[in-house]
RNA sequence: GCCCCCAUCGUCUAGUGGCCUAGGACACCGCCCUUUCACGGCGAAGGCAGGGGUUCAAAUCCCCUUGGGGGUACCA
């Protein structure tokens, strides 16, 4: 193959949605595994909808993702500019070229007339198409309407015989009838181009090899591919990858909840596990596998093996596949990712301490396998930076007012009290002890340790959580579990 | 309306005419492990949209129907 040049082109209207990521996923691992380039280019000839703010944010969730750009924004290249904004002498130069080659015209309806054509269109039950009026129209008529003073746009001369072929490497071959197209505009009033021809320019110019876009442009690729031919431009390959949709079927969007990468990530969702659900979303490999790594994602991608059909976004897989990915991560990395989220909480300092650093380290050895979100942890943590918020009523209920409960704590209490060192080693003797004690299961001793410690049935088990709050909290939170036995057992009685 | 695309468990998918009594993953349910909760292990349930062809043989090829998605802009 020749050498692989793929793009990713957005327009920054808005964050970068998942769909977007995805669709720059399959080019970036395409780039990768071909040693090409992968460029990114802003589409941005919309002035009134694009913004600066947009364009850091889809930055930003590309760097989150790990998608480095060989070509683009911050970056340069040698096929630039990379903001369509920036290339607009390159769009007015091929429009007069189409122009003077005569593959396009001057069109002076207005918006009021063009509208009025339609629903002239539809009331006879015709499409909805431009009738190409201004295609007729005489060079003296031209001159005429100019000289009263009537903006125009830059029509292109359709080709209407025949059909365009697309062999799109994802689908096969696909073919339009011409006659379903109609004279679309390449260049606004404004001088701007429009998308279609833009995107034929720069891809044409950038020597785009690979185009490999959403689904929702391959109605658009007949018209691309007609702009090709009249500028002797060599077409590029096409592949479209199914769309991505919501539980309900429905194009997803920001009513199904989350879809921007940096909403992800303020959910906690670690990339490594986006990345890899994102690339199932349409990509399958083969009947076993389904955790991959970026190296392997990179090996393995091919578009022969991305489906056809649209797929539903499935927020539980996504949720269960980072935590598989939590639960592999070094302790050292879980916690540089997870440490945003305790600082947060208002957990940990931005910079922590040693013994800071220490404590959160511990935390996360016991929420690790706990967690599938780094935002649960203000929750799953909170009773180990400060008093517990809140006693959970079934819990002191079910577990702390049980008969004989108050002497098991007193009895804890004062052997954890009395201890030297207070690691795991150090306590296990003392729950020993005390199942003899009282003549039952370990279950009995722990489960109110566990309630009066953290104010809930379930937590890490005791012999990790009791070492990082130390002997003094521990005891404390133990007498104060006993106070509570007593005063609840008084209220009983009045 | 017209054009284009698509159709395997609830969801993502494996399957490219016989290896399919259709495989895996998430979710769900049950059991085990266990100081609770997770994690982990084991197991159950669950699908080829419908109808016609082609063929000795069809989830796989063809046609129709139905359903879903996309497009039909001086948005990208």
Avoid at 89 to 100: F, I, M, P
Avoid at 350 to 355: A, F, G, V
Avoid at 448 to 472: I, K, N, Q, W
Wanted: net charge negative; charged share 30%; with cysteine.
């Amino acid at each position: 193959m020749d050498s692989v040049r793929v793009r990713f082109a957005p327009s920054p209207t808005g964050h970068l949605h998942v769909g977007g990521a995805r669709t720059a996923l399959f080019n970036w691992l395409f780039a990768r595994q071909h040693q090409g380039t992968f460029v990114l280019r802003i589409e941005d000839t919309d002035l009134a909808r694009s913004t600066t703010e947009s364009v850091d944010g889809i930055l930003e969730g590309m760097r989150f993702l790990g998608l480095d750009w060989d070509e683009g924004p911050e970056k340069g290249g040698s096929y630039g500019p990379y903001f369509q904004s920036q290339r607009l002498t390159l769009y007015r130069r091929y429009a007069d070229q189409l122009r003077r080659d005569g593959w396009a015209y001057e069109c002076f309806c207005t918006s009021e007339e063009l509208e009025a054509m339609r629903e002239e269109a539809r009331k006879n039950k015709e499409d909805p198409k431009y009738d190409g009026r201004c295609r007729r129209l005489t060079a003296a008529e031209r001159e005429e309407r100019r000289d009263q003073g009537r903006t125009s746009v830059l029509r292109f001369k359709t080709n209407y015989d025949g059909s365009t072929i697309l062999d799109d490497a994802i689908r096969g071959r696909v073919s339009f009838d011409n006659r379903q197209l109609d004279d679309f505009v390449v260049q606004k009033t404004n001088g701007m181009p429009t998308y279609n021809f833009a995107v034929v320019i720069d891809d044409a110019l950038m020597e785009i090899s690979h185009v490999i876009r959403g689904e929702d442009h391959i109605s658009n690729t007949p018209k691309q591919i007609q702009i090709y031919g009249a500028l002797g431009f060599t077409v590029p390959d096409f592949a479209h990858i199914p769309m991505i949709l919501g539980p309900d079927k429905s194009r997803l969007s920001k009513r199904h909840g989350a879809t921007s990468v940096t909403q992800f990530r303020e959910e906690g969702y670690i990339p490594e596990a986006l990345v890899n659900y994102l690339a199932l979303l349409g990509w399958g490999y083969d009947d076993s596998q389904t955790v991959f790594s970026v190296s392997e994602l990179i090996d393995k991608f091919s578009l022969e093996r991305v489906s056809k059909n649209p797929a539903v976004f499935d927020l539980q897989k996504l949720e269960w596949l980072n935590g598989v990915y939590i639960r592999d991560l070094d302790l050292e990395t879980l916690y540089e990712r997870a440490l945003p989220f305790f600082v947060k909480a208002g957990f940990a300092e931005r910079r922590p301490s040693q013994e800071e650093k220490k404590k959160i380290q511990a935390v996360l050895a016991s929420l690790q396998s706990r967690i599938r979100r780094l935002d649960e942890i203000p929750q799953a943590a909170s009773y180990f930076f400060g008093d517990i918020a809140e006693y959970d009523a079934k819990a002191v209920r079910k577990v702390l007012l049980k008969e004989g409960t108050a002497e098991i704590l007193e009895y804890v209490a004062g052997e954890l009290a009395a201890l030297p060192g207070f690691e795991e080693e150090d306590l296990k003797p003392v729950f020993a002890q005390a199942m003899e004690e009282f003549d039952c299961k370990l279950g009995k001793i722990m489960q109110p340790v566990r309630v009066a410690v953290t104010g809930t049935t379930s937590s890490p088990s005791m012999y990790e959580v009791l070492p990082v709050l130390g002997r003094d909290e521990a005891v404390r939170r133990l007498r104060k579990a006993q106070q509570i036995i007593s005063q609840r057992w008084e209220a009983e009685q009045t």
